[in-house]
């Protein structure tokens, strides 16, 4: 079963400007993940937050996590055509169980 | 490293026939997972493995789905018999207890096309 909702479903922007995408969850975690699914292959890790942290940063990628709020926000600075890809958070249940949200298609627009 | 290794990548078979998918985790890498992804259903843990132990199997459809881990290298999925609803890409990630810092590693997945 998904643990998460992520918000948009899609989203289409230029080239250099700023993507944001968010994602709830329902149950304690862990830690929540990131990553990214380019059409037709496999998933790769992006980063990282645990569930002690609140934002944390990775080159052009900035992530927040609100435990409170049970949420979190992704956002890629300064958009690429190649960042062109599905994103998806994962989170981490107890247990080493990762479990996955339905995912943010992102299209950069050269 | 190689990464996570599966096979094969496409896979089409015929309504009622039995099919097995292959996977190799990355070395040193104890916890190993099967994930299935539909448009409809997204992306959906069947079973994961810890030290080649089945730990939860909660997310396997049906009784036509079984997995097993022979060994810390090599695991496979099998489905018998296959129905058209299988279709789907199976994805194989692994991970250690690091890697819960880390990350997970997936295979680049294989896609299933039951006829």
């Known amino acids: 079963s998904q643990q998460g909702e992520e918000d948009p479903q899609a989203l289409s922007i230029q080239e250099g400007e700023n993507a944001t995408m968010n994602c709830s969850y329902k149950?304690?975690?862990?830690?929540l993940q990131w990553y990214r699914q380019n059409s037709g292959r496999g998933l790769v890790h992006l980063i990282l937050?645990?569930?002690?942290?609140r934002e944390k940063h990775s080159g052009r990628l900035r992530v927040t996590l609100d435990t409170s709020k049970k949420s979190s926000s992704l956002l890629i600075t300064a958009s690429r055509a190649a960042d062109t890809a599905s994103y998806f958070c994962?989170?981490?249940?107890?247990?080493?169980?990762?479990?996955f949200g339905a995912g943010t298609i992102l299209r950069v627009k050269s | 490293d190689a990464g996570v290794i599966q096979s094969p990548r496409h896979e089409v078979t015929e309504m009622g026939q039995e099919v097995t998918l292959r996977c190799k985790p990355i070395?040193?890498?104890?916890?190993l997972f099967w994930y299935r992804q539909t448009m409809m259903r997204g992306l959906e843990l069947l079973i994961y493995?810890?030290?080649?132990?089945?730990?939860?199997d909660s997310g396997m459809p049906e009784d036509r789905f079984s997995a097993k881990m022979p060994n810390a290298s090599f695991s496979t999925l099998k489905i018998q018999p296959s129905e058209p609803r299988d279709s789907a890409v199976y994805f194989c990630?692994?991970?250690?207890?690091?890697?819960?810092?880390?990350?997970?590693?997936f295979g680049s997945g294989t896609r299933l096309t039951v006829v």
């Open positions: 990630a692994s991970t250690n207890l690091n890697g819960a810092a880390g990350g997970y590693t």
């Open positions: 149950t304690s975690i862990n830690n």
């Open positions: 937050i645990r569930s002690n942290e």
């Open positions: 994962a989170t981490l249940e107890y247990g080493n169980k990762l479990v």
């Open positions: 070395s040193g890498h104890d916890y």
């Open positions: 493995f810890n030290n080649n132990v089945p730990i939860d």
